[in-house]
């Protein structure tokens, strides 16, 4: 990490801005003002976006690249925030007992597949010059090399999937710019409708609020030499 360096002013997105941590994230870059235009997307709003429908992912990149067009501003910063850990779909396995291929499907949709089509239409709009970062928020239990406890296949394989398209993609970014910046995020354990069943006595619970802020003081402080990594809400570099 170096000292803290200045956002170049330009266009920020919120992927999943109507999540938990997404709403807080988009909030705080508003109140922030350190960029032109603040745009939250999501399966709800005016830019809409569903993981299970890539035409919806395809059309929101082309709604932001006219925004970025219509403003002269360049797509500085694109963070997402969605995930999936439990739902109609299944709740995460204590054993290998419970794996099942419609959770699976859709863990993997939320939390592998939809980022991987993000960067395929979201990452050409990153402007070829100047600092641009992407932050994918992943999850400290998709670390393999940190995984003592086992438990949560589907979600933990997910986000281990996750943290490899960022490193990849983080590789090709840099190719094209050279202070392009690519990570994976580890949130800590937030309060929000995803970990809600979860938060067991003991656990250090945060509000959005407090880890949104946490996240976006990390992603100022990254420098390129930092891009592929998984950084949690400290700035400290996780294994994958
Ligand atoms: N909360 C924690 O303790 C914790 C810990 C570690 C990591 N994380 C990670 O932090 C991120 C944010 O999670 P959160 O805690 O804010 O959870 P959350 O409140 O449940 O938000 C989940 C977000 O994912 C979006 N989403 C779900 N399915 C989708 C789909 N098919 N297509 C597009 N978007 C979809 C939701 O959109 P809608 O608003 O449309 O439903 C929502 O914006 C996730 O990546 C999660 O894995 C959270």
Sequence with gaps: MTTSVPL??????????????????????????????????????????????????????QAVARRCAESGQALRLLLVATGFLH?????????????????????????????????????????????????????KVGSIGDNALGGWYGYRASKAALNQLVKTAAIELTRSNRDGICVALHPGTVDTPLS???????????????????????????????????VDYRGQTLPF
């Design 196 to 230: 809600q069943p979860f938060a067991k006595t003991g656990l250090t619970v945060r509000p959005p609020q407090e880890a949104a802020r946490d996240l976006l003081a990390v992603l100022a402080d990254l420098a390129p030499a930092d891009s592929g990594a998984l």
């Design 87 to 139: 739902g109609a779909q299944g709740q995460p396995e204590r054993g290998w007992r419970h794996l099942d291929a419609a959770y699976l499907q859709q863990v993997f949709l939320v939390n592998s597949l939809g980022p991987a089509l993000l960067i395929k239409h979201f990452f050409p709009l990153l402007p070829r010059q100047g600092r641009c970062v992407a932050g994918f928020v992943s999850a």
């Design 8 to 61: 170049a002013p330009g266009l920020a997105v919120v992927v999943g801005a109507g999540g938990g941590l997404g709403a807080a994230l988009l909030a705080r870059l508003q109140q922030q003002g350190h960029y032109a235009r603040v745009l939250g997307l999501g399966r709800a709003g005016e830019i809409r976006i569903d993981y299970a429908d890539e035409a919806s992912i395809a059309a929101a990149a």
